[in-house]
């Protein structure tokens, strides 16, 4: 771990009042240089912020650490408030038309997890609707002068493999979700709508997922999904959560929904990691009950390598281009390589609104060779030419989703 590391675990711990002033003096200026640095890597600079703010009176830190996050601080909180206004006019809208939403993430984080809409950064809003009303959502957000990142056709978008993405000329985004599906896991979204709580968010009433619902949903995104690339965030986010949501976690609906769901080891190892790193207060029984009898502290080890690991712009890689480093051969890897770039009519026809039959599905094969570079071209080219921090960096994500998803 990098200098400074362990007091920003310190000062992030789920329970602000374990947070000693006492052990904060012995910290030098040259540390907290380090500490602050840090905050930004993990993307908890705002958090990190209010957290030595309750209780400088008792800790002369530098003035210029405290300006610094200050200001990120405003910043975050500047980002975000653009964010939640335009959340309040697309929920309204959407409920004026009587379409039901449920707001995931970062948007139902920072207004009732966190409680501060500075504390918890946001780069976009994730909303999920019901499969059936995503043509209608489409065109409210066009309407609304949004533009969708991807060509999308309205009438074809129930066929769809890709959420739609709606930006506008503030460059805010809008992922519109209506399933959960990662690779080896398909959740049974029916069942997360019927679980939904009602919650006011953007001075909205809407939908939010259940306490566990969104345990899972955090720590599969966490772990298997991201391969916790956004670093100490993810486990603030599980260790808050808990936290907010203490007297209301059905612990034993959670184990058995983690079942249901198959991301059991997922939860685990998160839970484990929130744990050890930010003492989340999570009772050793359920901890106990969820434990793999494959578990072993070396995946443990492995993931926190992942989260420090100064070396991991391998990630976020999707498990799919993960795959290709277990091709044997040059060949093996670019027969795989052209079927990423060159898929079935099908596929192409889901991805892009197309219909299949169509002779202009052929006019999206280059559109799709762009975004495969866009998204993960230089990251491919790394692989290809054996750069070893690339390659290691993929092998330790390969052993740990092979964990995560066996047995």
């Not at 129930?158 to 959960?180: A, C, E, L, M, V």
């Not at 070396?311 to 027969?335: C, E, V, Y």
């Amino acid at each position: 771990m990098e200098q400074g590391t362990e007091t920003l675990l310190y000062c992030l711990k789920a329970d602000v009042k374990k947070i000693s002033a006492a052990e904060l003096k012995r910290i030098s200026s040259v540390e907290w240089e380090n500490v602050v640095e840090l905050s930004i890597k993990h993307s908890v600079a705002p958090l990190l912020y209010q957290r030595l703010k309750s209780v400088s009176s008792e800790v002369a830190i530098p003035v210029n650490i405290v300006n610094r996050l200050h200001k990120i601080y405003l910043n975050s909180a500047a980002r975000n408030m653009r964010l939640f206004n335009e959340l309040s006019e697309v929920l309204r809208i959407l409920q004026d038309d009587g379409i039901p939403v449920i707001v995931l993430k970062g948007a139902h984080l920072a207004e009732i997890v966190y409680n501060n809409l500075a504390l918890r950064p946001m780069e976009d809003v994730d909303l999920m609707v019901k499969k059936a009303d995503l043509p209608r959502v489409a065109e409210k957000f066009l309407k609304m002068g949004y533009n969708s990142t991807r060509p999308i056709n309205i009438n074809e978008l129930s066929s769809t493999i890709r959420k739609p993405t709606f930006t506008n000329f503030h460059n805010n985004y809008f992922d519109i979700h209506w399933t959960i599906e990662i690779d080896s896991f398909k959740i049974d979204v029916a069942s997360l709508w019927e679980k939904t709580q009602s919650a006011t968010i953007a001075g909205v009433k809407t939908l939010v997922l259940a306490p566990e619902d969104l345990l899972l949903y955090l720590a599969l995104h966490a772990s298997f999904n991201h391969a916790f690339y956004w670093r100490l965030i993810s486990l603030c986010d599980i260790a808050l959560t808990i936290w907010h949501y203490k007297d209301e976690i059905d612990w034993n609906q959670l184990h058995l929904r983690a079942k249901q769901w198959g991301v059991d080891k997922c939860l685990y190892l998160t839970l484990y990691l929130a744990d050890k790193l930010l003492e989340a207060s999570i009772p050793t029984k359920v901890l106990d009950a969820l434990k793999s009898p494959d578990f072993d502290v070396s995946v443990a080890a492995l993931a926190e390598q992942i989260i420090f690991d100064d070396n991991n712009d391998a990630l976020p890689l999707p498990q799919k281009f993960s795959h290709f480093m277990r091709r044997k051969n040059l060949r093996d890897k670019a027969i795989f390589f052209l079927k990423r770039v060159f898929p079935s009519p099908e596929v192409i026809a889901s991805m892009y609104q197309v219909h299949s039959r169509s002779k202009k599905i052929y006019l999206y094969y280059p559109v799709n060779l762009k975004d495969l570079l866009l998204d993960h071209g230089r990251k491919v080219w790394k692989l290809l030419c054996r750069d070893k921090k690339m390659v290691s960096s993929v092998k330790k994500v390969n052993t740990m989703r092979d964990w995560l998803t066996s047995g």
